[in-house]
C-alpha cells in the first residue's frame, strides 16, 4: 500500500481489504480511455443523485455507494480537487463524468471495478491507485442525500465521521425531514431516540424540548450553525423554520466543553441551508388540516463560470388555522445566503435569515378537570380558546445575520471563525385561565400584556490541527468564545372576567384592562470561553477524545418597576471537562466509554425574595456501542447512561413565575436508536429508550425518590419507508410510523399519572416523473400525524392545577416541482 502524505489519510477511510485490491490494480500497466467508453462493470442503471459540490474524494465516496460500485483511485489524485456536485437521474458513467468536470480526471473500467486516473493532460500525474469506494461519505454541514448521515461537527466542532464519536449523537437528514413533513423543530425529532420533542404539548410560540428527561431549551440547548440560539428563558423564543434547514443534530449528555453554558440532558444543533455549486431550483406548495396554506421556495448556485461566487435564498409564506379556535399560525420566512471562496484554501459564507409569526395563542393550558380527568360536565373539547379573539396576540419577529469563515493555512493548520447576531421582538397580550370554580365550568382568568427585545451576539475562532506522528493521528482544536445578550422585558397584567368553559362568551371589552407592569427588567449576559479537545486515533482502531474548558460569565438583572425585587449582579466561572474512548473493529462494531460535564449560570429565574442561584452543574458517565455494518446502509447506537443534574431550578409552587431550587435530579437509562436501508426500496427508524428519573435530594419535603413531573420513562418509535422501484405504480412511496409516549405524573408528589399514549403517522408520495418523463421534477405527497386522531395529554402542572393537550390529527398535502 502507497503511503499517503497526512492530509490525504485524514479524509480517506481505507479499508485493509480495499488496500489490497487497489495494490493489484496498481500492478500492472492500465489503459488511459475516457468514462464514456467505459464497458459496465456494474449495475449502471439510472438512479436519482442529490450530490452537493465540494471535495472531490467526498463526492466519489457517495456516488461509489450510492451507484453500487467500485471505485479505485489514488488520494494524491483527488487531493485539493473540488467536484462540481451531481443534481438529477444519471447512469454511472454520465454520472461519473459530471461529477469529475473540469477536474482533469478520467475513469477506466477494468475487471469488476472502475479506477481514476489522470486525463490526457495530466498523464504525468498518474500514481498507484488506492480505493476510496464502498463508504457514504457527507459534508459535515449537510448534504447527506440519503436517511443515514455519516459525518457531524455538532460533536467535535470538527469534521468527524458519527463512527469516530464517542458519544450518543444522532443526525435528522434533510430526506428525512422530506418524507416525514414536520411543522416545528420538536416534531423533526419525533422518532429519534430519548427525545421529546413536544414537551409542551400544543405551542405555536416556541420548540420546547426535552433530552433524556432535562430540558434542553430552556438552558439555551438550541443551537443554530454551532452558535447558541438565545441565551436566556424568554418569551422571544421561537419555532425554527424546518423548510430552513439542512439537517438537525442532537448531541445526548452534557456538552460544556465545546459549547459553554448549558443544560446536562444535551444539545439540538439545526443546520441552515448552504448555497450550492450546482443549480438548485424547488418549489413547494402545500395545503393542509385548519385551513393551512404554505408557499415556499429554495434557489441556489454559483454566479460565475469558476464557481468563486455561489447563492443560496430560501422563503417561505404560509397562513394557517390551527386545532385551537382562534389560534393562528401564520409565517414569513426568507433566509439569503452567499458564499465567497476565492481559492481552494478560503471560503467565506453568509448567513442571514429573517422570520416574522403572526399568531394568537400566547399561553395555553386548561383546568386538569376537565382534561386529564373528567369534571361534571364532562371533558373539555381540545379546541376550546380560554382567551378573547378581539384581544389576544402573539407577534415575533426574529433577525439574524452570520458568517462561517474557513482557511487552511498549510497541509496542517486550519483557522475557522463563526459569527452571529441575532435580534428578537415579541409582543403579546394574553387572557389566561388560573383555576376552575366548584361548579366545575367557570374558570378564573388573568389578563397580561408584555413585550420583550432579544440582542444575542456570538463569536467562535478556532484553530485546527490534523497531523501524524509514526501510528498516532491527530486531529487537536483550540478555541476562544464569546457572547454577549441582553434582554429588555416588560410585562404585567390583571384579573378579567371569568369564563364559562363548556359555554364560553367572547368578544367582551378589555379596553379598561389595568396593566399593571410588575416585570420591567434587563437581563444582561457577558461569557467567555477557553477550550482545547484533542482526537487521538491509534493503528486506525483506537480512538481517544479529552477536552478541557474555562468559562467565565458575568450576568445581572436590573429591575426597574419593583423596587422590593433586588438588582442582581453575579460573576460565575466553571472549568468543564470531558473524555471518551472506542474501538473500531473491523465488523463494524464500535464499544465506547465517555464522561462529559456541563455547567450553567442560573440567571434565567429569581426566587421570590430576589436572591440569585448557585450556577447549575451536570456530569455524566455513558457506555455504549456503535455498529455499522461495512457494506451496507445501516448505522445502530446502543447507550446507556448515568446523568446527575445538581442545582435543579423549578417552578414555585406559590407562584410559578418565580422558581425555588430542588436540589439534584438523576437520569439513569438505556437508548437504542438504528436507522438502515436493507433494500433500494425499503428505509426504516427505530428507537427505544427508558430512562429512570429520581430527585436524588430536594428542598421541599416528601420529594426526595420520587420523579420529576412530565418526564415519560420509556419513548419509542418506528418509521418505515418503501419505495415501489418497478410496475405500474413505480415511485410510489409509503411511509408509515407509530410513535409510542410512556406515563409520567402530574407533579413531583407523583400522586397522580400522566397517561401513556400511541399515535400513528403515515405518508404517500409519487414522483411523476415515472408516469412521464416530462413531468421530471415534480412529486406529489400527502402526510399524516397522529392518523387515528388520539385524544391525548401530553402533560400538567400549570398555573391552577392545569394540563395541556397535544397535537390532533393533521393532514398536509403538497405538490413540488425541482428543476
Not at 182 to 206: C, F, H, M, W
Not at 546 to 575: C, I, V
Request: charged fraction near 20%; charge should be negative.
Amino acid at each position: 500500500m502507497p503511503h499517503l502524505p497526512a492530509p490525504t489519510r485524514s479524509r480517506l477511510n481505507l479499508s485493509v481489504r480495499h488496500a489490497l485490491f487497489a495494490g493489484l490494480l496498481a500492478a500492472g500497466p492500465l489503459p488511459l480511455l475516457p468514462a464514456a467508453q467505459a464497458q459496465p462493470v456494474a449495475d449502471t442503471q439510472a438512479r436519482t443523485y442529490a450530490i452537493p459540490a465540494g471535495a472531490l474524494d467526498q463526492a466519489l465516496n457517495r456516488f461509489a455507494r450510492e451507484a453500487g460500485i467500485l471505485l479505485s483511485a489514488d488520494g494524491q489524485l483527488t487531493a485539493g480537487k473540488r467536484s462540481p456536485g451531481l443534481e438529477g437521474r444519471y447512469g454511472v458513467e454520465d454520472g461519473l463524468a459530471r461529477l469529475l468536470a473540469g477536474t482533469g480526471l478520467v475513469t477506466v473500467a477494468t475487471g469488476d471495478a472502475y479506477v481514476l486516473q489522470a486525463g490526457a493532460a495530466d498523464a504525468a500525474f498518474q500514481l498507484p491507485a488506492t480505493t476510496i469506494g464502498g463508504t457514504a461519505y457527507d459534508t459535515s454541514l449537510g448534504g447527506a442525500s440519503g436517511l443515514i448521515a455519516e459525518r457531524t461537527m455538532s460533536a467535535t466542532k470538527t469534521d468527524t465521521a458519527l463512527m469516530d464519536t464517542p458519544q450518543s449523537i444522532s443526525v435528522v437528514t434533510r430526506k428525512q425531514l422530506d418524507d416525514q413533513k414536520p411543522q416545528s423543530i420538536g416534531q423533526a425529532l419525533r422518532y429519534t431516540a430519548g427525545v421529546n420533542g413536544e414537551a409542551n404539548g400544543v405551542d405555536t410560540r416556541k420548540d420546547t424540548i426535552s433530552i433524556r428527561g432535562f430540558d434542553a431549551t430552556t438552558g439555551g440547548g438550541i443551537y443554530r450553525d454551532g452558535l447558541r440560539q438565545y441565551s436566556f428563558s424568554n418569551q422571544s423564543r421561537m419555532i425554527g423554520e424546518v423548510y430552513g434547514l439542512e439537517r438537525v443534530e442532537v448531541l445526548r449528555g452534557p456538552a460544556s466543553v465545546l459549547f459553554g453554558q448549558g443544560g446536562p440532558g444535551g444539545i439540538v444543533n439545526i443546520v441552515s441551508k448552504r448555497p450550492t455549486d450546482v443549480p438548485l431550483h424547488e418549489v413547494v406548495a402545500e395545503v393542509g388540516s385548519y385551513d393551512r396554506k404554505q408557499l415556499a421556495a429554495d434557489l441556489g448556485g454559483p454566479l460565475d463560470d469558476d464557481g468563486v461566487y455561489s447563492y443560496r435564498l430560501t422563503g417561505l409564506f404560509r397562513e394557517s388555522d390551527t386545532q385551537i379556535d382562534y389560534a393562528k399560525d401564520d409565517r414569513q420566512y426568507i433566509a439569503p445566503a452567499f458564499s465567497w471562496r476565492p481559492s481552494e484554501d478560503t471560503s467565506l459564507t453568509l448567513l442571514t435569515s429573517f422570520q416574522k409569526d403572526r399568531n394568537v395563542l400566547g399561553y395555553y393550558a386548561l383546568p386538569r378537570i376537565g382534561t386529564l380527568k373528567p369534571s361534571s360536565h364532562g371533558r373539555l373539547p381540545t379546541d376550546r380558546f380560554v382567551g378573547d379573539p378581539d384581544f389576544d396576540k402573539y407577534d415575533a419577529e426574529y433577525w439574524s445575520v452570520g458568517y462561517q469563515f474557513e482557511h487552511h493555512l498549510d497541509a496542517i493548520w486550519t483557522f475557522r471563525q463563526n459569527a452571529r447576531y441575532i435580534r428578537s421582538d415579541q409582543e403579546q397580550r394574553t387572557i389566561y385561565q388560573y383555576g376552575l370554580d366548584d361548579d366545575q365550568r367557570t374558570a378564573g382568568r388573568f389578563g397580561y400584556l408584555g413585550s420583550e427585545t432579544l440582542k444575542n451576539a456570538m463569536l467562535d475562532n478556532q484553530l485546527q490541527a490534523t497531523w501524524e506522528h509514526g501510528r498516532f493521528r491527530h486531529t487537536t482544536l483550540a478555541g476562544i468564545d464569546v457572547q454577549h445578550a441582553r434582554s429588555d422585558q416588560l410585562g404585567g397584567g390583571n384579573v378579567v372576567s371569568p369564563l364559562d368553559l363548556y359555554d364560553p362568551v367572547y368578544h367582551q371589552d378589555y379596553s379598561d384592562l389595568d396593566a399593571f407592569y410588575d416585570i420591567n427588567q434587563q437581563q444582561k449576559l457577558d461569557q467567555v470561553g477557553l477550550y482545547l479537545s484533542e482526537q487521538l486515533t491509534f493503528d486506525e482502531k483506537w480512538i481517544v477524545n479529552l477536552g478541557g474548558r474555562q468559562d467565565w460569565s458575568r450576568s445581572s438583572t436590573d429591575n426597574y418597576e419593583d423596587d422590593t425585587s433586588p438588582d442582581l449582579h453575579q460573576r460565575d466561572h466553571a472549568f468543564t471537562w470531558r473524555s471518551g474512548v472506542m474501538y473500531r473493529a473491523d465488523n463494524g462494531l464500535a464499544p465506547y466509554a465517555s464522561y462529559s460535564e456541563s455547567f450553567f449560570p442560573n440567571i434565567t429565574a429569581t426566587a421570590r425574595d430576589g436572591s440569585a442561584f448557585e450556577p447549575e452543574t451536570g456530569r455524566q458517565y455513558e457506555l455504549g456501542i456503535k455498529f455499522q455494518p461495512p457494506g451496507s446502509e445501516a448505522f445502530v447506537t446502543l447507550s446507556a447512561f448515568d446523568l446527575t443534574r445538581q442545582n435543579v431550578l423549578t417552578p414555585d409552587p406559590a407562584n410559578n413565575r418565580f422558581s425555588v431550587a430542588t436540589g439534584e435530579v438523576r437520569s439513569r437509562g438505556l437508548e437504542l436508536e438504528g436507522k438502515a436501508k436493507p433494500t433500494e426500496a425499503l428505509e426504516l427508524i427505530a428507537n427505544v429508550s427508558h430512562a429512570n428519573l429520581e430527585i436524588t435530594r430536594s428542598t421541599r419535603a416528601g420529594e426526595e425518590g420520587n420523579r420529576p413531573a412530565n418526564t415519560p420513562e420509556t419513548l419509542a418509535s418506528l418509521w418505515s419507508q418503501y419505495t415501489l422501484q418497478g410496475g405500474p405504480l413505480a415511485g410510489l412511496g409509503i411511509g408509515a410510523g407509530v410513535r409510542y409516549v410512556g406515563a409520567g405524573y402530574t407533579d413531583t408528589a407523583n400522586d397522580e399519572h400522566v397517561p401513556s399514549y400511541t399515535l400513528y403517522d403515515a405518508s404517500l408520495s409519487y414522483d411523476l416523473a415515472h408516469l412521464d418523463a416530462s413531468l421530471a421534477g415534480l412529486k406529489l405527497a400527502v402526510n399524516a400525524s397522529n392518523l387515528t386522531d388520539e385524544r391525548y395529554v401530553s402533560q400538567c402542572g400549570y398555573t391552577g392545577d392545569s394540563c395541556k393537550y397535544g397535537y390532533r390529527r393533521n393532514l398536509t398535502g403538497s405538490v413540488t416541482y425541482a428543476w
